[in-house]
């Protein structure tokens, strides 16, 4: 069946080291995968996104790999930062419908 | 200055009422989602709607209902059949998964409270 999920529940990181987010997914034809950060009674906010044919997509700070031969996405944050810390959820879409089915999300701790 | 807007950003119900939880967007997307969070858990599809007046159950619909008599509207209501209503409900929308990219875009929430 289809899932998305995380490899992680908690993260914490140091301030200013870098981060990686892993996600697994198990449907071998989504071909849209995003990241969204979820701050604390907040609604989920895009972070960046990547089509299946692609394996790497670069932003401000953050970088998506996709792995589609282990059907692996991670989201690497850049010199993490005390803003950083929140609830990161992976989604993927791979179908017409526009249903997008989210990860359960890993919290990021930023350590002082 | 266009978004989404949820309203309001708490609510508290007795056990037993029917409530409905307001959502609009300004952004002209077609389609538009209800989703539940529950504590430390991710995001669960309510119900959906890809264009005004008509929409589809989603993985948790029972004890919910939903209109979209208009493009920029999508109103749930948590009826009393609904066994655990209380959580975080969020709406979405997007456009149709016809370009590159359909981020659905999130408003910021409203909490549900049954008393």
């Known amino acids: 069946g289809e899932s998305v999920g995380l490899h992680l529940p908690t993260l914490s990181v140091q301030e200013g080291d870098n981060s990686i987010i892993n996600c697994a997914y198990s449907?071998?034809?989504?071909?849209?995968f995003i990241w969204y950060k979820q701050e604390s009674g907040k609604g989920p906010q895009f972070i960046i996104d990547?089509?299946?044919?692609?394996d790497k997509r670069q932003g401000q700070r953050v970088t998506v790999l996709l792995n589609k031969t282990v059907k692996h996405l991670s989201l690497q944050i850049a010199a993490t930062q005390p803003g950083d810390s929140a609830v990161y959820f992976c989604a993927e879409n791979g179908r017409r419908d526009d249903k997008i089915i989210f990860g359960k999300g890993t919290r990021l701790h930023i350590l002082p | 200055d266009g978004g989404i807007t949820q309203s309001p950003k708490y609510l508290f119900r007795k056990e037993g009422q029917n409530v409905t939880l307001s959502c609009e967007q300004n952004l002209n997307h077609d389609a538009m989602y209800w989703y539940r969070q529950d504590p430390g858990q991710g995001l669960r599809l309510i119900y959906y709607s890809q264009i005004v007046n008509d929409f589809q159950k989603g993985d948790i619909a029972e004890g919910y209902s939903v209109s979209r008599e208009k493009k920029e509207s999508f109103p749930l209501t948590v009826t009393s059949a609904q066994k655990n209503p209380t959580a975080f409900y969020l709406c979405?929308?997007?456009?149709?998964?016809?370009?590159?990219?359909?981020?659905?875009?999130f408003g910021p929430g409203t909490r549900l409270t049954v008393l």
């Open positions: 979405a929308s997007s456009f149709p998964p016809s370009g590159s990219r359909n981020e659905q875009f």
């Open positions: 449907n071998s034809a989504s071909d849209y």
């Open positions: 990547i089509r299946s044919n692609m």
